[in-house]
């Protein structure tokens, strides 16, 4: 949009006995001399010729086109002689001045009262013009410009506002523009609501770029902290390296000491791949913070040394898939213990106990069920302990029929050409700073093993390797096929084996003498396990017709039984090699401890035989309604009663008692449109009663007993050990114009999104409310009390005008009778300005943010905040 001045200079009168008529269009072919090329000329009026002086007059809507070089007003005056074109407004009947005139070139466009330019040396003179430069716009009494298409502006007011009468404005004696680069300013001061304000400065630089990044100064925000002082944030300067790589290097400084660098780097190319990377230096000098630890809420703070270095190191790294081609990805996120923790943006950053790393190369090969995958992780946690796989190496085969894989004939259906095989290896090398206590959890001393725990430097590379746990995983899947049996039921059995090779194998001897028992360590240990089962499915419909003329003209319900069986031995026994029992003390009857043969970070397979039946049923209640209408071919609906109401359980025939499994069941459902309602249940099939007493003051301990609960004459089937009921809502326009739609869920902070910022704000919607109600209840064991958590959160929007705008969550404990999360946002548009304000009531991270800022980015440092949160809250 395109401004007016203000100032009206001289303007010409529009002929009196010019009547209205078809507008004249007239094409002059570029003579031999100055003219480069065709000028065309254009007017509604009339267009009028002073051959002598060589002169054309165009009046009323009058359109000049020559080459890049286009011009609109209501008046043009073309002089062939001097090279000139001249444009003013015209005075209508009524007095009133029309047709301002319009230019536009490779620079820009301008709109101003009078323009005068010479198309020859490019050269002009404009009076009270407006014109626009990027994001910007420049407001000046008289401006010229010269042939290299800058522009240089007297008594000036540059904004970013799109008004006539700008709300804001950098008042300047003068300006000059450089288009598609910068601005620049002598001595300026800002004008708000045409009030002078003492901010400023003695110069003005205003990057204005179009189509391309630029390097720049990155202006710090200011502010005060109680643990730093004042301080000043994110200073720097941006680097634009080229059109693919940019770096930005920022700086905190506070008051009472310490400071922050932080270098980021972003970089793209398109159609191949994106990333970012990024590295943070945090000196925190906690001795002159001056933290009142009886008031403080960052207990952190409190056990920092007095001064505390950090680093953090971020990597970020997305290729874009081709096919036939690996894929290589980063992320990389790793540095001191604390460093997040001090320098935490959101309540999901300062809570996360670990942080993880991972750098990764995969690829399929084309025409081939194989894939291979190399991958380097590295984890730690805010207490210092690390873990890193040196490598990590994959490589795997998608099920492949074996009748493909060992003839080329043509399938002929027959039941063995079902059967497929599958496989994936997997090689890590497993290294920690730490290394951990054996378990041993019989008062033994051991003699050989890793009886307490120890810490290893990084620098120490050969006690890192030698503390290192090498493993192969071999994993293979075989699928049998699914067959059908009497017509209506699904057979599908199936075969799974898997076997891991290790750097490592322990032997234990009991010593008598010592009464300790000492590890014998050998080079290389083998584990296995394997098991097999089959499931029997089927779908079962039932429906329901009521007629065509019924509101509900028919209820149909699906039913969905499904029984498997799975087979495990026993490899606990020791003649499997992954357990050993060592004979200590006198009585081998009541003292015969187990040890793990392999490593401790071996998978080793769990003891006890497994022969379970396991079993489960799913319904689906729909329904047909007819829409209503009064009509005889009014249309028809089908909606979902129930999405899914189930049961499961097994039993193990191999179990010496419990044999039944807990009994699970779940219930999925849509009411009304717009309510979802889940609830998910658990029933103890056995009885429960008091345990033996070992001494007299013991407490009462219930245990479960091997009888069964269930009693028909009492209705009695199971006992009810917990539920959960959840019911979410979305009451909000979108959802009742959709049927469709889900609910969502509370907001959920998201790494660097900070809570009290500003986000983008959609003012069309004119409200929203979620609602989501949590209900667990955990029924007591014997003497003890049943209890029942309930909580309340909710969130939504609500424009109170087409400029306010307040969101909100909160979420509500029952049971504590508290408020567990709440925040609070408000926004007022103010055109070409915007405010918020956000404000947390409860928790570590309670406070408040009041920004108000100009929203075009070419002026994001026009800020001015205050806020207080986390150890800044006073």
Known sequence: MQARGQAVPKAAVLPQDTALAAQDTVTIAAPKGDIETTIKYSARDSIQFEVDRKVVHLFGDAKITYGPTKLEAAY????????????????????????????????????????????????????????????????????????????????SKYTTCNLEHPHFYISAGRIKAIPNDKVMSGPFNLVFADIPTPLGFLFGLFPTPRNSRSSGVIVPSFGESRAEGFYLRNGGYYFAWNDYI????????????????????????????????????????????????????????????????????????????????????ANVNAGSSIHQRLNYNNTGQYLSPTFNSNITYQKNIQNTPFSYTAKLSQGQSTSGVMNFVLPDLNFSMTQTSLFDIFTNNVPTGRWYENFAIGYNLT???????????????????????????????????????????????????????SYKLFRYFNLSPAVNYRETWLDEKYTFRFNADSNAVAVDTTNFGRVYEYSAGASLNTTIYGTVNFGANKKVQAIRHLIRPSISYSYRPDFGNERYGFYQQVLAGVDPATNLPVFRTLPRLASVPGTGLQSALSFSLQNNLEAKIRANSDSAGAKTEKISLIDNLGISSSYNFAADSLKLSPISMNLNTRLFKFLNVTLTSTFDPYKVALAPKESPNQPDQFVRVDQYVFDISKLRLARLTNANLNLSASLNPESWRSTTSVPTNLP?????????????????????????????????????????????????????????????????????????????????????????????????????NVTINARSSLLQDLRLTRNRRGFNYR
């Not at 000139?84 to 007095?95: P, Q």
């Not at 620079?107 to 198309?119: F, L, Q, S």
Request: proline share 3%.
């Open 246 to 329: 940019g770096t930005r290097l920022t700086g905190d400084i506070f008051s009472l000491g310490g400071y922050n660098i932080t270098l980021d780097n972003t970089y793209r190319n398109r159609y191949a791949y994106s990333g970012s990377f990024n590295i943070q230096h945090r000196y925190f000098k906690g001795d002159e913070a001056g933290i009142d630890n009886s008031r403080s809420t960052n207990n952190l703070l409190n056990r920092l040394p007095p001064s505390t270095r950090t680093f953090w190191i971020s990597w970020a790294h997305s290729p874009v898939q081709k096919p036939g081609r690996g894929r290589f990805s």
């Open 748 to 848: 959920i902070l998201t790494p660097d999104m900070d809570p009290l910022q500003p986000r983008y704000v959609d003012f069309k919607i004119p409200w929203t409310l979620n609602l989501d109600f949590t209900m667990y209840y955990t029924k007591g064991i014997g003497r003890a009390e049943n209890r029942i958590d309930k909580t309340l959160g909710f969130d939504g929007s609500l424009n109170l005008t087409d400029k306010w705008k307040i969101t909100y969550f909160a979420s509500y404990d029952f049971t504590r009778h508290n408020i567990a999360s709440a925040n609070i946002q408000i926004y007022r548009d103010l055109h070409c300005w915007e405010m918020s304000i956000g404000w947390i009531p409860v928790g570590f991270q309670r406070g408040y």
């Open 76 to 155: 043009i005056e073309i002089d062939y002689e001097k090279n000139t074109l001249t444009a003013t407004t015209l005075i209508d009947s009524t007095g009133k001045e029309v047709g301002v005139p319009l230019f536009s070139d490779a620079a820009g466009t301008y709109a101003a009262k009078r323009i005068a330019y010479n198309y020859k040396t490019r050269k002009g003179r404009i009076a009270e013009v407006v014109t626009q430069q990027g994001e910007g716009y420049i407001h000046a009494e008289i401006v010229k410009k010269n042939a290299q298409n800058e522009i240089f502006g007297l008594h």
């Open 427 to 481: 090689m890590r090398n497993e290294v920690s700073n730490v290394i951990s206590a054996s378990r041993n959890n019989f008062g033994i001393p051991i003699i050989g093993g890793r009886a307490a725990a120890d810490t290893i430097s990084l620098n120490d590379f050969s006690r890192l390797w030698k503390n290192g746990r090498r493993s192969a995983d071999h994993n293979f899947s075989f699928n049998l096929g």
